[in-house]
């Protein structure tokens, strides 16, 4: 940290703010064995938040004229169900797909959104709470955004997976699928050497499909949220130069200027992210169901 009476240092500021509420310290580059708390409280308290808001405006629900949040609701609703009618063909399995589509738009929405709050509010209170328990608070850590760790995007890019996985043995079939591993996308011989080997390229390729759907999807929502919180951590950095400079009022002036215009692209940034995930996760089970 730096020097006693001083503040933190630009880049001693944004590793404190990198670093997560861990039940342990990382030992290793790939540790399963560290959970990242605040990850987990922040993205299951946005994810019952979307489920209460959903469940609200079904409750709400009137045949008549509909109100602004019952319409907005509704509007989106159609929307995903849209995308899902254009992507899955099997009735059977919207009824299953189109919520859960929605379900994830609604979830990664707000959960991005925790970008939009002050970068040290939920922090710096968490740092009083953290004190105030006796602990040094120069190690109280705290990330809101659950979206920019690597962890909780690659969580969801896997469970995509697991259900791409299920609907390809639901539709078609054990042995189906199996036979698809091995004949795409290069198809097979009549000769059984050609067809051996064909069989172990094609099944190569369709591992590495799966392994690079998954880790890009992961990868992509992470790296925009990622890159979205770092902007918003040296624009807060400007209001803080400012309190220690004669030209504080220019940079203070630069710090409400630069936050409020990204706070406003990133409102659409957030909200595309969350429809690519989604878009991709229904792109991917429709696969899913089409034969090579």
């Given at each position: 940290m730096?020097?006693?009476?001083?503040?933190?240092?630009?880049?001693?500021y944004i590793?404190?703010?990198?670093?997560?509420?861990?039940n342990?310290k990382?030992?290793?580059?790939v540790?399963f064995?560290?959970?990242?708390?605040d990850?987990v409280?922040f993205?299951?308290l946005?994810?019952?938040?979307?489920?209460?808001?959903?469940w609200?405006?079904?409750?709400r629900?009137?045949?008549g004229?509909?109100?602004?949040?019952?319409?907005?609701?509704?509007?989106?609703?159609?929307?995903?169900?849209?995308?899902a009618?254009?992507?899955?063909?099997?009735?059977?399995?919207?009824?299953?797909i189109?919520p859960?589509a929605?379900?994830?738009?609604v979830?990664?929405?707000?959960?991005?959104?925790?970008?939009?709050l002050?970068?040290?509010?939920?922090?710096?209170?968490?740092?009083m709470?953290?004190?105030?328990?006796?602990h040094?608070?120069?190690?109280?850590?705290?990330r809101?955004?659950?979206t920019?760790?690597?962890?909780?995007?690659?969580?969801?890019?896997?469970?995509?997976?697991?259900m791409?996985?299920?609907?390809?043995?639901?539709?078609?079939?054990?042995g189906?699928?199996a036979h698809?591993?091995?004949?795409a996308p290069f198809?097979?011989?009549?000769?059984?050497?050609?067809?051996?080997?064909?069989?172990?390229v094609?099944?190569?390729?369709?591992m590495?499909?799966?392994?690079?759907?998954?880790?890009?999807?992961?990868?992509?929502?992470?790296?925009?949220?990622?890159?979205?919180?770092?902007?918003?951590?040296?624009?807060?950095?400007l209001?803080?130069?400012?309190?220690?400079?004669?030209?504080?009022?220019?940079?203070f002036?630069?710090h409400?200027i630069?936050?409020?215009?990204?706070a406003?692209?990133?409102?659409?940034?957030?909200t595309l992210?969350?429809f690519i995930?989604?878009?991709?996760a229904?792109?991917?089970?429709?696969?899913?169901?089409?034969?090579h």
């Open positions: 730096a020097a006693e009476g001083q503040g933190p240092t630009a880049g001693e590793r404190h703010h990198l670093m997560h509420l861990t342990k990382q030992e290793f580059i540790d064995s560290v959970i990242n708390i990850s409280v993205s299951v946005m994810g019952l938040l979307g489920v209460w808001l959903l609200l405006g079904a409750r629900a009137t045949a004229v509909p109100g602004r949040f019952q319409a907005a609701v509704e509007i989106l609703v159609e929307m995903v169900e849209t995308q009618k254009g992507v899955i063909h099997n009735a059977a399995s919207r009824k299953v189109a859960m929605l379900t994830v738009f979830w990664i929405f707000f959960m991005n959104a925790m970008d939009l002050p970068v040290d509010l939920l922090p710096k209170i968490w740092e709470i953290y004190a105030g328990m006796g040094d608070p120069h190690h109280a850590y705290l809101v955004v659950p920019a760790d690597l962890s909780t995007t690659l969580g969801l890019s896997v469970s995509v997976l697991l791409c996985l299920y609907y390809n043995v639901k539709i078609k079939g054990l189906g699928w698809e591993l091995v004949t198809g097979t011989s009549r000769n059984p050497i050609w067809a051996l080997l064909l069989g172990v094609n099944f190569l390729m369709q590495i499909e799966f392994v690079a759907k998954t880790v890009s999807h992961g990868m992509r929502l992470f790296g925009n949220m990622f890159a979205g919180e770092l902007v918003f951590m040296l624009i807060a950095l209001g803080g130069f400012a309190a220690l400079s004669f030209t504080g009022g220019l940079l002036v630069g409400l630069a936050g409020t215009v990204w406003i692209f990133h409102i659409l940034v957030i992210q969350a995930f989604m878009m991709l229904l792109i991917y089970l429709g696969q899913a169901h089409d034969a």
